[in-house]
């Protein structure tokens, strides 16, 4: 039996496990297609080949000593550079870490998911210190978005969404403070989770704005989503910010469709500020699910204000001494954001934080009218690789911060997310659709993004070559 680069983590495990094709065999097909397309779509900043051949093999023998090594067995998988993996330097896209001591252990998240039978290949490309929603790195180059090489992968996770997106891994693992899974989910075509704040273990990576740093999946199908973040749940020390519950496995959820599931639209704030498409994409999919409600988020425009801030001055706060000393090795964009924030008032973070909080508890308001809301993901296709400025209800702004004019209010939130990336015939590029849930909540918006996927409105194919 043969794997194609288009086979899901799900696909790719049920045939490894039924040893119609061995680990092995996958990780070479998998190493083959790395080798081919990375050169020119620039996801990879590492590849850890041999690891990954003593992992297969060790598989391979654990399987046929009768063993089931786990539920992602097989399954390829890479993540973003700032994940520690054992004998790198953890680089969170950066020049400055570069000289950073190798990483003795790899990230929670790493092992829980090799813990499971997953296979890690590789490191990817990132925006600078994860500051960034473009996929255009200051020091590695961009990561180009598989369907239209010339156009933006999106940020901070390019890296992540290109090597989902050109079928180089079936899973791939990002992290999300404003939006890094969001965005180039949208750009590159892809299922991306971001979950509840405090959900995931964000243990052995390397922060970005400790108050909105969120980790997760990005892959190809929600199936795909569903294993990896049921692997990955759980408390965990090295993050103390971590929840301690178990609300149990997502993935049998999936088969319930969305019966009973009390679905609106995001209006107002989240009808505004974007091209037609991102529009056009809701009610697509609002009018496949038979959705016509709309409701208001309180506060949204705030709480986009109020991460920025947060990010900021956060941001800011963390990079002080690297600021201080090694100031000509950033990247221009992410310097100079950074040394604005240095000189936020404390007063007006504090501020940040209550509006952060009372959006927080006026959407558990909204929650308890309805159980998932739908809203754009981006306010457009990919830009151009460069692109400075584009036209957003007649008024040219700059694309690095718009990109995330709809994702930053729910993350100032802490809320669930999956983006869905939808199709519309004759464009080459897609544009994602938010499906967001109340917290603790990743099971209903998977449900929502699994119908959808099963009666193909959304959609995650690999990328032609």
Not at 94 to 103: F, L
Not at 327 to 346: C, E, K, Q, Y
Request: glycine share 10%; hydrophobic share 45%.
């Amino acid at each position: 039996m043969t794997l194609g680069p288009a086979a899901t983590a799900s696909e790719i495990a049920a045939a490894v496990r039924r040893r119609q094709v061995t680990a092995r065999a996958v990780l070479e097909a998998c190493l083959v297609t790395i080798e081919r397309r990375n050169p020119t779509l620039n996801a990879f900043t590492a590849v850890l080949a041999a690891r990954a051949r003593a992992r297969a093999d060790a598989l391979d023998a654990a399987i046929a000593g009768g063993a089931d090594p786990g539920l992602l067995v097989g399954v390829p998988f890479a993540v973003k550079n700032l994940f520690d993996v054992t004998g790198l330097p953890t680089l969170a896209g950066s020049k400055i870490n570069r000289s950073r001591a190798p990483a003795t252990r790899d990230a929670t998240l790493i092992e829980r998911l090799e813990a499971a039978g997953a296979i890690l290949v590789g490191a990817l490309n990132m925006g600078e210190y994860a500051y960034d929603f473009t996929g255009e790195n200051a020091h590695d180059g961009p990561s180009r978005n598989p369907h239209a090489p010339a156009h933006m992968s999106g940020g901070s996770s390019g890296g992540s969404g290109t090597a989902v997106a050109s079928g180089m891994v079936p899973l791939a693992l990002a992290s999300d403070t404003n939006g890094s899974i969001r965005v180039p989910s949208s750009l590159c075509g892809l299922f991306g989770l971001k979950p509840t704040y405090g959900r995931l273990s964000r243990g052995g990576t390397f922060p970005f704005v400790a108050s909105l740093d969120h980790l997760g999946p990005m892959a190809r199908s929600v199936a795909d989503l569903a294993a990896a973040f049921d692997a990955m749940a759980g408390a965990d020390p090295l993050d103390p910010a971590c929840a301690r519950r178990d609300d149990g496995t997502t993935a049998p959820k999936l088969a319930l469709g969305i019966s009973g599931l009390r679905i609106r639209i995001a209006g107002d704030y989240f009808r505004h500020g974007g091209h037609p498409e991102a529009f056009a994409a809701v009610d697509r999919v609002a009018d496949a699910l038979g959705v016509t409600e709309t409701v208001t988020l309180p506060l949204a425009a705030e709480a986009r204000a109020a991460a920025y801030l947060i990010t900021m001055s956060e941001g800011a706060a963390l990079h002080h001494v690297r600021l201080r000393d090694r100031l000509d090795d950033f990247d221009p964009d992410v310097r100079d954001r950074l040394v604005a924030g240095a000189m936020i008032p404390a007063s007006w973070v504090a501020k940040a934080q209550k509006v952060r909080r009372t959006f927080h508890d006026q959407m558990l308001a909204v929650f308890e009218k309805a159980d998932v809301l739908l809203a754009p993901a981006t306010p457009c296709r990919a830009p151009r690789i460069g692109q400075k400025t584009m036209l957003i209800d007649g008024r040219e702004m700059p694309v690095r911060p718009n990109l995330g004019v709809f994702t930053q209010p729910i993350s100032c939130g802490g809320l669930p997310v999956v983006a869905v990336p939808v199709w519309t015939e004759g464009e080459a590029l897609p544009i994602g659709v938010q499906v967001i849930a109340a917290p603790w909540r990743e099971d209903h918006c998977m449900r929502v993004a699994a119908e959808l996927q099963q009666r193909g409105i959304a959609s995650a194919p690999v990328a032609p070559e």
